[in-house]
């Protein structure tokens, strides 16, 4: 069984910095993607950042410059580095492992990030 843990959200200011870190533990098997979804209230969940295991990233337009995504497949744990916060981004967090083949999604509880002054 998969599970996800994240960890890091709260209250920040707009400009501020946050990071949210994710524990994935249980055997994932096959190749996988890592990554960050939010869902602000009234709004769909969307993709914020993903990594696959050559390090190659992909980010949300709304994102880019502003927030970095790693990740150590050693230990299975992914963070998400938030610089530069806006009031735009405050949102659900959700860390997220989604299996290749056969494909497969796992995710977090989610964490809180609000953004305000």
């Known amino acids: 069984q998969v599970q996800l843990v994240e960890s890091g959200g709260g209250l920040v200011q707009p400009g501020g910095s946050l990071r949210l870190s994710c524990a994935a533990s249980?055997?994932?098997?096959?190749?996988?993607?890592m990554g960050w979804y939010r869902q602000a209230p009234g709004k769909q969940r969307e993709l914020v950042a993903e990594?696959?295991?050559?390090?190659?990233?992909n980010y949300a337009d709304s994102v880019k410059g502003r927030f970095t995504i790693s990740r150590d497949s050693t230990q299975n744990t992914v963070a998400l580095q938030m610089n530069s916060l806006k009031l735009e981004d405050m949102a659900v967090y959700y860390c997220?492992?989604?299996?290749?083949?056969?494909?497969?999604?796992?995710w977090g509880q989610g964490t809180q990030v609000i953004v305000s002054s």
């Open positions: 997220n492992i989604h299996v290749v083949f056969p494909p497969r999604d796992y």
């Open positions: 990594i696959i295991s050559s390090g190659s990233t």
């Open positions: 249980g055997r994932i098997f096959g190749a996988y993607v």
